[in-house]
């Protein structure tokens, strides 16, 4: 049987007027519906890039998809047409970035903007979109979603737009969730708070996580399994517990001796 989401041998390239860059080289994993799996690996080893595959989404060019597969219950992500593409995005696939700021349109409430999705995504009516909107705050943790719905981002704390995105790719409820480094420019006690949201959720909804992150304190406290890259291939995967407690690659020691604490293992 095929996994929910399948990464099977996949190569990124950016070809560039000084040369080509690979991305992803032979990449492969797999997760399950309910699973969070980890993408670790230094800045520049291809986890955004890898990310940002399973919805097509790197820019072409100068992005080339040079060889293997994404399978989203498979089927081949990379060979759809663009009508097939926009489908998943926000339905079956939905992404967390790190900075909300870049994300949110400044000009534009967030319950609109929140409810916007489910209009472009799955038609709703307008009354219906804006009734979900307020429900996809709240279940989002944002305290009073009714006034915050009407509110703009830059009257909002930093923990609360986060909150905001997370119900923005939420509420089509996807079976899968891309998150980049969700919590990466929140302080940490915002950062706790955010990621027991996203396993609350998750557990709620059963829905897959890729979880992209430099940070293995955050591995060690979400994730189950967890896939190594380095200069865009896996040099290492499995489950967190025996590759924290026992890595078997140079590469993870040394990634793992870089982590202050890790409160798990
Ligand atoms: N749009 C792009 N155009 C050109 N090169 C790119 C582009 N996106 C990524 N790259 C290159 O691909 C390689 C992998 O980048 P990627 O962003 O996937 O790494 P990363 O592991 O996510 O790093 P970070 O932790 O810094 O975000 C890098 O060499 C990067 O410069």
Redesign the pocket.
């Known amino acids: 049987m095929s996994a929910l989401l399948e990464i099977d041998d996949l190569r ?1 390239e ?1 070809r ?1 007027a000084t040369g080509t ?4 080289d032979g990449v492969s994993f797999a997760v399950e519906a309910g699973e969070t799996l980890a ?1 670790v ?12 595959s399973v919805l097509r989404l ?2 072409e060019p ?2 080339v998809y040079a060889g293997g597969e994404v399978r989203l219950d498979g089927r081949d992500v990379l060979r759809l047409p663009e009508k097939e593409l926009r489908r998943i995005r926000g339905n079956d696939v939905a992404m967390v970035f790190q900075d909300p700021m870049t994300s949110l349109n400044p000009v534009k409430r967030v319950g609109a903007q929140v409810a916007e999705v489910l209009r472009r995504h799955q038609g709703a009516t307008r009354a219906r979109a804006r009734a979900a909107a307020v429900e996809a705050l709240r279940e989002a943790g944002i305290p009073d979603p009714e006034r915050r719905a009407g509110q703009y981002p830059h009257q909002l704390s930093g923990g609360l737009r986060q909150r905001v995105m997370i119900a923005m790719a939420l509420v089509g409820r996807p079976r899968v969730l891309i998150a ?2 969700p919590t990466t420019a929140l302080d940490v006690t915002v950062q706790a708070r955010i990621l027991d949201l996203l396993v609350g959720l998750q557990r709620k909804h059963g829905m897959a996580i890729v979880l ?1 992150t ?1 940070d293995l304190g955050v591995v060690a406290e979400v994730a189950d399994r967890v896939v190594v ?1 380095r200069s ?1 291939q896996v040099v290492e995967t499995g489950d967190v517990v025996p590759v924290f407690e026992q890595p078997q690659e140079d590469y993870t020691r040394e990634l793992l001796r870089a982590t202050p604490k890790l409160e798990r293992v």
Do not use: Q, R, Y
């Open positions: 990124i950016f560039l860059v690979v991305a992803a993408v690996g230094e800045s520049g080893s291809g986890k955004t890039a890898t990310a940002l790197n820019p100068p992005c980049d480094e992209i430099h890259l865009g």
